[in-house]
């Protein structure tokens, strides 16, 4: 009887000793043993392209006629390549007698044909630009059945994969302003004019309708969560505050932010009798859209106030606004504001069917009202409306700001490069190009 055959020790040492592990203390237990690796240059067995092959195989075999080439040549030749040492055996196998570069391409796919065949491909995308791409996976399988010779047809999970992982997406619809050759006459030349301005004392302004509850958008609910619902009067009369905002580039230099300020567009009146919401000569606010004497005064009194106490380092401010009916008289407005105090305030009309040219409907609303509809799951009145529209306003961050005066320059671009026309995907500046 073998004694050592019981002996623990003993029986690791040779399996280190066959399995090639290093020799290291067997003496106490020991975790499990690990396989020596390998260098990546004894493991790299991977096919080369057949190009690369015939390139190889050539360089391969003038070293082996020449019989001045230094030893260790060949492997020298491999590592350089990145193949094992058995390669050139497996390519001197497969070139045989014949020594073409056709010998070293790769052979007809075998084993089971694929069900997206390059007809079926092409009828995919026919099918879609036919359809407006408005299918759904089940429909595109339904209709590639009486496609290629297979009777067998594509099943709606084939179509998916195939969509996943060549990247097709879903998107949702989008409206954009219609353009006439004169609007895009007018963006072309505005685009142009400003091409190179840098928005140091430049105000974009505008207005915005906020709604106390917005029905759009989806949950992702675990099992068991009922769907939300939300409790309204009527859905064609939901509860709604407007806001006029006017911001401009940050400077740091002067500690400037950029925001002048998001105001509620409302009236004041006095209650002339007692009544559940207010007392006889209370005053209190009430809603109501812009027109021209509301415009004038909220900029008159509460945009150049802002100008002047934030803006006081620039000569002059350009407010850049929009064509809408109550923005007229501004000739009048500026002689009017501009007879108190510095900086000049001049106006600016930016061109029709624009809004993509002023940074508040570029990017600024969007981003307020996405954080609305995330805090506010319950329909809210027009003053709690105005109350969060102003905590939002108060939490924008200066960077936002920066970067979306940066695209508003790739915007003028993209106007230029379309002759004024708006089809093409909003851009989107890098962190590089806000610094």
């Known amino acids: 009887m073998n004694h050592d055959s019981q002996d623990p020790s003993a029986r690791v040492l040779r399996a280190k000793r066959r399995l090639n592990f290093d020799d290291d203390d067997v003496s106490s237990p020991s975790p499990p043993l690990k396989r020596r690796l390998r260098t990546s240059n004894t493991r790299n067995t991977n096919k080369l392209p057949a190009h690369k092959q015939y390139e190889f195989y050539l360089r391969y075999r003038e070293l082996k006629v020449s019989k001045g080439s230094p030893p260790g040549a060949i492997s020298q030749l491999c590592k350089d390549y990145g193949v094992s040492p058995g390669y050139p055996s497996h390519l001197r196998r497969k070139a045989g007698s014949g020594f073409q570069p056709d010998t070293f391409a790769d052979k007809p796919r075998s084993g089971r044909p694929k069900i997206m065949t390059p007809t079926k ?7 879609g630009e036919k359809s407006k791409y408005t299918l759904s996976t089940r429909e595109y399988s339904v209709r590639l059945k009486d496609v290629g010779k297979s009777s067998k047809g594509s099943s709606y999970c084939t179509v998916n994969r195939y969509m996943h992982k060549n990247k097709w997406r879903v998107v949702k619809k989008s409206s954009v302003p219609l353009l006439t050759a004169e609007h895009k006459a007018a963006r072309l030349e505005w ?4 091409r190179e301005d840098p928005w ?12 106390g509850v917005v029905m759009t958008g989806k949950h992702r609910l675990p099992p068991g969560v009922p769907a939300p619902k939300v409790p309204l009067q009527s859905k064609r009369f939901i509860s709604k505050a407007m806001m006029l905002t006017a911001v401009a580039k940050p400077n740091a230099d002067h500690n400037f932010d950029g925001k002048l300020g998001c105001w509620p567009v409302v009236k004041w009146y006095t209650a002339l009798r007692s009544s559940k919401n207010h007392q006889r000569g209370e005053e209190y606010q009430v809603e109501t859209t812009m027109d021209t004497e509301q415009f004038k ?3 008159s009194q509460l945009l150049a106030r802002s100008i002047r106490a934030k803006m006081k380092w620039a000569q002059e401010v350009f407010v850049q606004m929009d064509n809408a009916p ?8 500026e002689r009017e504001i501009n007879q108190r105090a510095h900086p000049k305030i001049t106006f600016v009309r930016q061109p029709p069917q624009s809004p993509d040219t002023n940074v508040n409907d570029l ?3 969007a981003h307020m009202q996405k954080v609305f509809e995330r805090r506010n799951t319950r329909v809210l009145s027009p003053p709690a409306i105005r109350k969060e529209v102003r905590r939002i306003w ?3 961050d200066v ?3 920066t970067k979306l005066f940066a695209d508003k320059s790739l915007v003028l671009e993209q106007i230029i490069s379309h002759n004024g026309g708006n089809n093409f995907p909003l851009p989107h500046s890098s962190k590089s190009d806000t610094n």
């Open 121 to 127: 491909v092409k009828a995919l995308r026919t099918i």
């Open 191 to 194: 685009a142009t004019q400003h």
């Open 200 to 211: 140091i004392a430049h105000v974009d302004l505008d207005e915005k309708w906020f709604y």
């Open 297 to 299: 005064y909220m900029i």
């Open 326 to 333: 109550p923005h007229t008289d501004l000739d009048q407005l």
């Open 363 to 365: 990017g600024l609303y």
């Open 394 to 396: 108060e939490a924008v």
């Open 399 to 401: 960077t936002i700001l």
